[in-house]
């Protein structure tokens, strides 16, 4: 089940007593409550149908009450539970829910976790609601969501901007579509995204970024690297350091991963990084300079220095010349 599945039935007309909707990621669960807040009674049916609590301010006495009065001249009423996982005693709300009023749509908001899969109440939602579950997008999946997002609006955009945008923003599925419904009303009718549009539109500089470092340093171009350093030390909110070492982290752990495959061909390759033929290209380049001694190595600084950036063994270097000091001991 999904949240398109879900307000596409809606649309239809399609309704369940009781929806429990839990889990991490808060912006499926959002788009459904928002879904069901503001499309699925009319604005005349919403005045007399439409019932929203708040966990920290309900209990669940008062929002069974709700769930079972009828509908008045509307075929239905909706009763929403958001922030549900802050309510004292929600199991209390077990005996509404095994036998819910048919023309009720109760939907309700357990944000941030899930419920105890070993409790009984566990089992009755599995049996009784229509229940969705969500979980964090891993970094992998964010591209190809982008790129739908992107196409929702009927818009495209290169992968460089792509991962300028997702690297930018990380795993904040609701700032990654503002941010894309903001250069849609930017573009002002034109449809593709560049990196020019990232940069003037959301403020990441094209030139100095974390993929310029990556493919400074995969390329040994030191001169190079020390520029974009040498911005983040002026622009600290570009680029600081907790964001940078996990990042480049991530890159050459996969550079090291590679070593380990029979195939190594550039459409091998490809899924590793996000089917991004540029990011491919450039991996092989980092491999043909370091090696695979070298590509440890580098894993092996980005540890230490990544230690020393919290402030074990180091005195208190300051942030870019921290950086400054690691790629050149990688460049070495």
Not at 80 to 106: C, D, N, W
Not at 135 to 163: C, F
Not at 175 to 191: C, F, H, P, Q, Y
Request: charged share 25%; aromatic share 10%.
């Amino acid at each position: 089940m999904s949240a398109e599945k879900i307000t596409g039935d809606w649309e239809k007309k399609s309704f369940k007593p009781v929806y429990w909707l839990e889990g991490e990621e808060p912006y499926f669960i959002d788009t459904i409550v928002d879904y069901a807040e503001h499309h699925i009674l009319s604005d005349s049916e919403a005045g007399f149908n439409l019932t929203v609590f708040y966990g920290r301010d309900t209990d669940w006495a008062t929002v069974v009450n709700a769930c079972m009065r009828y509908p008045m001249f509307a075929e239905r009423q909706v009763v929403l539970l958001k922030e549900a996982q802050h309510m004292k005693e929600i199991e209390r709300l077990e005996h509404y829910i095994a036998k819910p009023l048919g023309s009720t749509v109760f939907v309700v908001s357990y944000k941030d976790k899930k419920v105890d899969g070993r409790t009984a109440f566990a089992k009755l939602l599995k049996t009784k609601t229509e229940l969705f579950t969500t979980k964090k997008l891993y970094d992998n999946q964010l591209p190809e969501w982008v790129s739908q997002m992107v196409e929702q609006h009927g818009l495209t955009i290169n992968q460089r901007s792509q991962a300028l945008l997702v690297d930018h923003i990380g795993n904040d599925l609701s700032r990654l579509r503002n941010e894309v419904e903001k250069l849609s009303v930017n573009l002002k009718g034109r449809k593709n995204i560049t990196e020019e549009d990232i940069e003037t539109f959301i403020g990441v500089s094209k030139e100095f970024n974390v993929f310029e470092l990556q493919d400074a340093i995969a390329q040994k171009n030191l001169a190079k690297a020390v520029r974009i350093i040498q911005y983040f030390g002026a622009n600290p909110k570009a680029g600081p350091i907790q964001q940078i070492l996990p990042t480049l982290y991530g890159y050459f752990s996969k550079i090291y991963s590679i070593f380990g495959l029979e195939n190594k061909s550039e459409q091998a390759l490809n899924p590793l990084f996000n089917r991004n033929p540029f990011a491919v290209r450039t991996a092989m380049t980092a491999i043909n300079n370091y090696g695979y001694s070298g590509v440890e190595k580098i894993i092996l600084l980005l540890h230490h220095y990544n230690l020393r950036s919290i402030g074990i063994n180091d005195t208190g270097t300051e942030d870019p010349d921290l950086m400054k000091e690691l790629v050149v001991k990688i460049m070495a």
